[in-house]
């Protein structure tokens, strides 16, 4: 028999080694499907290895896939830390985005010091906002966070359509649902010469330091600690709790509307549909890799952009499907989410030695 007893204390190395382990654990089950395809394991990673790192090019096609993870791993991250579910990182990537496009497109004329600032600005509070009616419905009504955050993200990308179908729409797009571009001093200005990263990587690195500082050394982030481990006790220990839930939703909200606001203001310079291919959603996968700590969310994003950008050029060599990253980032998060079980609880075998002797004297 199997007994589930929780552990005291975790050490440290056990505690750190379940990321690497998780990751590990999801591409050696990954190679199960490369192994169907025919294709070779061990050139498939390696090839894979060489896309997201054999090149300054590779590197920087990384980082830039990285900048939205690291932010919407954050938003995760922070949210999780006080026990709130946000699962619509995706809704609120879309708000920023739309919210940048709209003050950036043309709506005011400013210099890039003046322009960007503000842009961003209207992304971080696009997203704050559409964190706050899920944060507001659960202290209020007692709504499930995350069904209420899930199905916003579909509300928020069905909206951004109809504004890209009709107001938002650009005349000189060929009829194709986008927004007008953003003007030049609204874009974030790139890191290097021909490369797409650009500075909202700078954006995404300062958000995680301020968010690992916030956490250990600022009394509003002892304070989101205490209400994340048991939000009663916060409150007997007078931890203003719903205060802390509402800022806790609101910086969560805020750091996935800055995904956005990158991905318009810094790669493509206008706004679609298709922005985003689930940054929203691997955020949580990133968070949950990272456990939950903010420098953390900066490796465990960087690994998740260089499975993808290294599936797509293995893809290309060797002819495997590069939904083959996707299986990796599902596979990640399974593995965090079991090998946590195991952090927690300790697995001890019970009776089956008794037993075992109780039936032989039995038969004897």
């Known amino acids: 028999m199997i007994r589930f007893e929780p552990r005291e204390s975790v050490s440290p190395v056990l505690r ?49 896939r990285a900048t939205p993870l690291i932010l919407t791993g954050l938003a995760a991250a922070l949210a999780f830390r006080a ?11 879309y708000a920023g985005a739309l919210a940048a496009v709209a003050v950036g497109s043309g709506a005011i004329s400013a210099p890039p010091a003046v322009m ?10 696009a997203g704050a906002m559409m964190m706050l009616v899920p944060a507001l419905l659960k202290l209020r009504l007692g709504a499930d966070e995350v069904v209420t955050t899930l199905l916003l993200n579909f509300v928020v990308v069905l909206f951004v359509q109809m504004m890209l ?57 002892f304070e989101i600690r205490a209400v994340g ?15 802390t839930f509402v800022r806790v939703a609101l910086l969560s909200g805020a750091l996935a509307g800055l995904a956005g606001v990158g991905e318009v ?32 969310v900066v490796v465990a994003a ?22 083959l990253a996707d299986l990796v980032v599902a596979t990640s998060l399974i ?18 030695g008794r037993k075992a002797s109780a039936g032989k004297d039995g038969g004897a």
């Open 116 to 125: 960007i600032p503000l842009v961003l600005l209207a992304g971080a509070m």
């Open 302 to 323: 960087l690994f998740i952009a260089g499975v993808f950008v290294g599936a797509d050029s293995m893809s290309r060599a060797i002819g495997v499907s590069n939904y």
């Open 165 to 221: 179908e009709g107001p938002m729409k650009d005349p000189m797009g060929m009829g194709w649902p986008q927004s007008e571009p953003m003007a030049d001093a609204a874009m974030l200005p790139k890191l290097f010469d021909r490369m797409r990263v650009h500075a909202g990587l700078i954006v995404a690195l300062v958000a995680a330091l301020l968010a690992h500082i916030l956490l250990a050394r600022t009394v509003w982030g």
């Open 16 to 64: 750190a080694g379940v990321p690497v382990a998780a990751a590990l654990a999801a591409l050696a089950l990954a190679a199960l499907p490369i192994m169907a395809a025919g294709a070779p394991v061990l050139q498939a990673y390696a090839l894979m290895a060489k896309g997201a790192f054999g090149s300054f090019f590779a590197v920087s096609e990384l980082l830039s």
């Open 335 to 352: 593995a965090v989410l079991v090998s946590g079980l195991f952090v927690r609880f300790r697995v001890r075998l019970v009776g089956t």
């Open 265 to 296: 203001a810094g790669l493509k310079g206008y706004l679609t549909a298709d922005l985003s291919p689930g940054f929203g959603y691997a955020g949580i996968v990133v968070a949950m890799l990272a456990g939950l700590s903010p420098l953390g």
């Open 83 to 93: 026990r709130l579910w946000n699962i619509g990182g995706e809704g609120q990537l």
């Open 229 to 243: 481990e048991n939000r009663e006790a916060a409150r007997h220990a007078g931890i203003p709790v719903t205060a």
